[in-house]
């Protein structure tokens, strides 16, 4: 089979193409849906170092601006506050396509710009950039390697690349941005279920509680659920303190997710921590009750949890199905004909996408300098909708300012949000959002005064109007999408990882917002 890089250079890369299986669902790969539902065709191996040269050369960097690949330089952001429109903001949208088939999209920038997205798919692999999307090339992963809700991490201060997969103890490493691969060593608690092979790998990098100034200077932490089968389950981490070769347990079981029935939306659990200076380690966590902050100060031997009030988004499976019915989601009939006769794997999701999509966390909180802490989670409006909401904490997550709508006023839904937030305090979120036109497209929202009492947000849709990422619902029911990864550049634009359906195809799309000046 040609792989979708291999027909983007042929007919361009822009152009969608239709596969025979849904990504996600392909020979070697394995997916784990929630609610208690495992669905898998294949188990990839444990893998040896591997060495594979790229599909292309990337180009050299250059820097950032209004005319670069995909900035559409007659548009604007929206600047808004407490729901009222000031006038246009100070950025322009921009949208990229990788030419390479995707999923669950991570995103990691490096300290030259160089993008780093996983997963491209067909073959399995990063898709890297240095010249911001303009060209694309993949750096394979080892034969075997695991495949689906996958998971990329870069950490800061060596560049190391970290990847794992679900229902994989596979963890991957490379010190050259994923030309080359090592397997680190997962160990294991005696007792049952403190395993790694879980369906939600989250990895997070920062400074040891008493810090170290030889080898790998941070510790790497490895989160995911002990038990491989749905959202309810609970979740353990796992510490390297030599950069990935081998991770031992830490602390003990954590269970985020007791709920008062079985309809009520338990939430995923653990999202990516976020380490201090000191060693402090802010993880997001969602439950039934909403969105948890989980504090460690022993690196994760245990934890302090700080709920963040009205956080819950009161979605259970049937109410879900409805919220997002009025954004393009699937009609009644389709619902019932799925449930009698699902044609695929594929079609399941279909089902059950409202209840994840809507309690899913993965970049949930950021920290500047000062310690300001903010969140976004996706919340319920009046009753029925799906909206971003947004909160600010100034004492470590122990209290929190009332949550407010991130999205502007002609957003009418929002869901799976990711936030990024500078040493300075500006803040960057990625998120799908709908008109209400039967659309969604991703959305891309900065602010520079968050903490204030009403803060001002510029925001703007990374495609046109006419030419939506999704012309179908969103955004569970048509592929494994979950995650956006908002991310600041060095060039001070803000990236996030997207994916565009088109017949059943998943297509790795890049958004940003370039400053206009």
Same mark, same amino acid.
């Given at each position: 089979m040609k792989t979708a890089c291999h027909i983007a250079a042929k007919g361009g890369a822009s152009e969608y193409i239709k596969?025979?299986?849904?990504?996600?669902?392909?020979?070697?790969? !394995?997916?784990?849906?929630?609610?208690?539902?495992?669905?898998?065709?294949?188990?990839?191996?444990?893998?040896?170092?591997?060495?594979?040269?790229?599909?292309?050369?990337?180009?050299p960097k250059v820097n950032g601006n209004i005319n670069d690949p995909g900035c559409q330089s007659a548009r604007r952001t929206v600047r808004y506050s407490d729901g009222v429109v000031l006038g246009n903001g100070d950025y322009i949208?921009?949208?990229?396509?990788?030419?390479?088939?995707?999923?669950? $999209?991570?995103?990691?920038?490096?300290?030259?710009g160089t993008l780093l997205r996983a997963p491209a798919k067909e073959p399995l692999g990063i898709a890297v950039s240095s010249d911001n999307g303009a060209t694309w090339a993949r750096h394979v992963l080892p034969d075997g390697a695991p495949s689906g809700v996958e998971d990329s991490y870069l950490d800061p201060v060596s560049e190391r690349l970290f990847y794992n997969?679900?229902?994989?103890?596979?963890?991957?490493?490379?010190?050259?941005?994923?030309?080359?691969?090592h397997t680190g060593i997962v160990e294991y608690k005696p007792e049952e279920p403190f395993s790694s092979e879980g369906d939600w790998p989250k990895f997070w990098s920062g400074p040891a509680v008493t810090p170290r100034t030889e080898g790998f200077v941070n510790?790497?932490?490895?989160?995911?659920?002990?038990?491989?089968?749905?959202?309810?389950?609970?979740?353990?981490?796992?510490?390297?303190?030599?950069?990935?070769?081998?991770?031992? $347990?830490?602390?003990?079981?954590?269970?985020?997710?007791?709920?008062?029935?079985v309809v009520s939306t338990p939430g995923l659990g653990h999202g990516r921590g976020i380490i201090t200076a000191d060693g402090t380690i802010y993880m997001p966590v969602q439950g039934c009750v909403g969105e948890s902050v989980y504090v460690s100060y022993d690196e994760a031997e245990t934890w302090t949890i700080y709920p963040i009030p009205d956080s819950g988004t009161g979605v259970t499976l049937l109410t879900g199905v409805e919220a997002l019915q009025s954004g393009g989601k699937l009609t009644q009939e389709q619902f019932a004909s799925y449930v009698e006769n699902?044609?695929?794997?594929?079609?399941?999701?279909?089902?059950?996408?409202?209840?994840?999509?809507?309690?899913?966390?993965?970049?949930?909180?950021?920290?500047?300098?000062?310690?300001?802490?903010?969140?976004?989670?996706?919340? !319920?409006?009046?009753?029925?909708?799906?909206?971003?909401?947004?909160?600010?904490?100034?004492?470590?997550?122990?209290?929190?300012?009332? $949550?407010?709508?991130?999205?502007?006023?002609?957003?009418?839904?929002?869901?799976?949000?990711s936030i990024s937030v500078t040493p300075s305090g500006r803040i960057g979120i990625g998120y799908y959002g709908t008109t209400g036109d039967g659309t969604w497209t991703g959305y891309l929202t900065v602010s520079d005064n968050g903490s204030s009492e009403k803060p001002i947000f510029e925001t703007a849709a990374v495609?046109?109007?006419?030419?939506?990422?999704?012309?179908?619902?969103?955004?569970?029911?048509?592929g494994l999408n979950e995650y956006t990864s908002a991310r600041w550049a060095p060039d001070g634009s803000l990236w996030a990882a997207f994916v565009a359906y088109k017949d059943d195809y998943l297509e790795g799309m890049m958004g940003r917002l370039v400053p206009a000046k």
């Amino acid at each position: 089979m040609k792989t979708a890089c291999h027909i983007a250079a042929k007919g361009g890369a822009s152009e969608y193409i239709k596969h025979a299986v849904s990504n996600g669902f392909k020979s070697g790969g !394995v997916v784990c849906f929630s609610i208690l539902l495992m669905i898998s065709t294949g188990c990839g191996g444990r893998s040896s170092t591997s060495s594979v040269a790229s599909v292309e050369a990337p180009k050299p960097k250059v820097n950032g601006n209004i005319n670069d690949p995909g900035c559409q330089s007659a548009r604007r952001t929206v600047r808004y506050s407490d729901g009222v429109v000031l006038g246009n903001g100070d950025y322009i949208p921009c949208v990229v396509d990788t030419g390479m088939a995707s999923g669950e $999209p991570s995103l990691n920038i490096t300290r030259d710009g160089t993008l780093l997205r996983a997963p491209a798919k067909e073959p399995l692999g990063i898709a890297v950039s240095s010249d911001n999307g303009a060209t694309w090339a993949r750096h394979v992963l080892p034969d075997g390697a695991p495949s689906g809700v996958e998971d990329s991490y870069l950490d800061p201060v060596s560049e190391r690349l970290f990847y794992n997969a679900a229902l994989s103890a596979d963890i991957l490493y490379s010190d050259d941005l994923g030309i080359t691969w090592h397997t680190g060593i997962v160990e294991y608690k005696p007792e049952e279920p403190f395993s790694s092979e879980g369906d939600w790998p989250k990895f997070w990098s920062g400074p040891a509680v008493t810090p170290r100034t030889e080898g790998f200077v941070n510790n790497v932490y490895y989160c995911n659920w002990v038990t491989p089968a749905g959202v309810a389950s609970s979740f353990g981490c796992f510490k390297s303190i030599n950069g990935g070769e081998t991770f031992k $347990p830490v602390g003990s079981v954590q269970q985020a997710n007791v709920c008062p029935d079985v309809v009520s939306t338990p939430g995923l659990g653990h999202g990516r921590g976020i380490i201090t200076a000191d060693g402090t380690i802010y993880m997001p966590v969602q439950g039934c009750v909403g969105e948890s902050v989980y504090v460690s100060y022993d690196e994760a031997e245990t934890w302090t949890i700080y709920p963040i009030p009205d956080s819950g988004t009161g979605v259970t499976l049937l109410t879900g199905v409805e919220a997002l019915q009025s954004g393009g989601k699937l009609t009644q009939e389709q619902f019932a004909s799925y449930v009698e006769n699902p044609r695929s794997a594929f079609d399941v999701f279909k089902l059950f996408g409202p209840e994840v999509t809507a309690s899913s966390t993965v970049d949930g909180i950021g920290l500047d300098e000062n310690g300001g802490m903010y969140a976004a989670w996706t919340g !319920v409006e009046d009753g029925e909708r799906l909206v971003i909401l947004f909160s600010y904490s100034d004492n470590g997550g122990q209290s929190w300012t009332s $949550p407010i709508r991130l999205m502007p006023p002609e957003v009418v839904q929002g869901t799976l949000p990711s936030i990024s937030v500078t040493p300075s305090g500006r803040i960057g979120i990625g998120y799908y959002g709908t008109t209400g036109d039967g659309t969604w497209t991703g959305y891309l929202t900065v602010s520079d005064n968050g903490s204030s009492e009403k803060p001002i947000f510029e925001t703007a849709a990374v495609t046109p109007a006419d030419a939506p990422l999704m012309d179908a619902p969103c955004c569970f029911s048509n592929g494994l999408n979950e995650y956006t990864s908002a991310r600041w550049a060095p060039d001070g634009s803000l990236w996030a990882a997207f994916v565009a359906y088109k017949d059943d195809y998943l297509e790795g799309m890049m958004g940003r917002l370039v400053p206009a000046k």
